[in-house]
């Protein structure tokens, strides 16, 4: 039977509207990370022709501070029981303070409860409900998109002004794939190059402050369009390089102001909660983009394996372009 359209999710009576929750059948707490079966890996295993490993992370203290207030830097120590041997321990470890996925207990839809309308109750430490577990377990693996919407726009005139936080647009991913001669397929892991994590991390220090203080970053409206393209191409990831896929702060316009008022209209809840979209944020996405550039190839087999955390809420996202 043919997966419902996004316009058919919204009329949904059985399930909040515009969620695809217990759609999935196979394992259904896991989301769209679903579409990204045997099949799809099997296509993206002919994406490696150079024999090139491209990390798609940055350090775990490069956001110094992060970005979001609440969290903070890892503090690294190393122990020794004598003095031949040496562990080590992070302290005040935030498993979303640099590049990472965003898990399925992130959010919760407000009115609704968490994805597939898992309790509240077995939102807890050790439960594996909608853990990072499951991503871990069967990690995320297919065919890696990339859409170098900075690029596009460079070449067309209108680079991208971070300072100011702009909005992006269905339209804009549309333009560069176009652009690339490319298509989004089932399953795929699309990840969007805006240049703002670079731009951010080499930015002066009074801008990079100004930045976190307003909470400011460039990424998609909210919009219902963004979250209809996400559903209506069976994507399994959308990965970018900015602070939180939409745009900072959440628009006055946003077609999410009253269904997640927690959020001032931010998306999360729709593309999470409700789509069971796994979102990447804070992506390295610089050195992959040249590689595409140069090669004229904007496909990758991509893997993403979180850490193996029963419950974890969000995970660095250990992300791996092989090309």
């Given at each position: ?231 209506d191409h069976h994507i ?28 001032d209209g931010m998306m ?15 992506w390295d996405l610089t ?37």
């Amino acid at each position: 039977m043919p997966l419902p359209t996004y316009q058919e999710l919204r009329k949904r009576t059985d399930a909040p509207a515009g969620s695809s929750w217990h759609l999935f059948t196979g394992q259904p707490e896991r989301g769209m990370a679903e579409f990204a079966g045997p099949e799809q890996v099997r296509r993206a295993a002919a994406c490696v022709r150079e024999g090139r490993a491209i990390s798609l992370d940055y350090a775990l203290d490069a956001f110094d501070p992060p970005m979001a207030k609440a969290r903070g830097l890892p503090v690294h120590r190393i122990t020794a029981k004598h003095a031949e041997a040496r562990d080590d321990v992070l302290d005040n470890f935030h498993l979303q303070a640099t590049t990472q996925v965003d898990g399925l207990r992130h959010r919760r839809a407000s009115g609704h409860g968490f994805y597939n309308g898992v309790p509240d109750e077995e939102i807890a430490p050790g439960s594996p409900r909608l853990g990072v577990q499951l991503w871990a377990r069967t990690p995320l693996a297919g065919r890696g998109l990339l859409v170098d919407v900075d690029g596009y726009l460079r070449d067309q005139g209108t680079p991208l002004d971070h300072t100011t936080g702009p909005a992006l647009a269905p339209h804009h991913l549309e333009a560069a794939l176009a652009a690339q001669n490319c298509r989004v397929e089932h399953g795929d892991l699309v990840l969007v190059h805006t240049g703002w994590a670079r731009w951010f991390l080499t930015a002066d220090a009074a801008i990079r402050a100004e930045v976190r203080e307003a909470r400011r970053a460039t990424g998609f409206a909210q919009s219902r369009a963004f979250t209809a393209w996400c559903w209506d191409h069976h994507i399994a990831l959308m990965a970018t390089d900015t602070f939180a896929v939409e745009v900072l702060p959440a628009l006055p316009t946003s077609d999410f102001l009253v269904s997640a008022p927690e959020d001032d209209g931010m998306m999360h809840q729709e593309l999470i909660a409700k789509l069971g979209l796994p979102l990447g944020e804070l992506w390295d996405l610089t050195a992959l983009t040249a590689d595409c550039r140069a090669t004229g190839r904007w496909d990758s087999l991509v893997t993403v394996k979180p850490l193996h955390l029963t419950g974890g809420v969000g995970s660095p996202a250990n992300a791996t372009a092989l090309r």
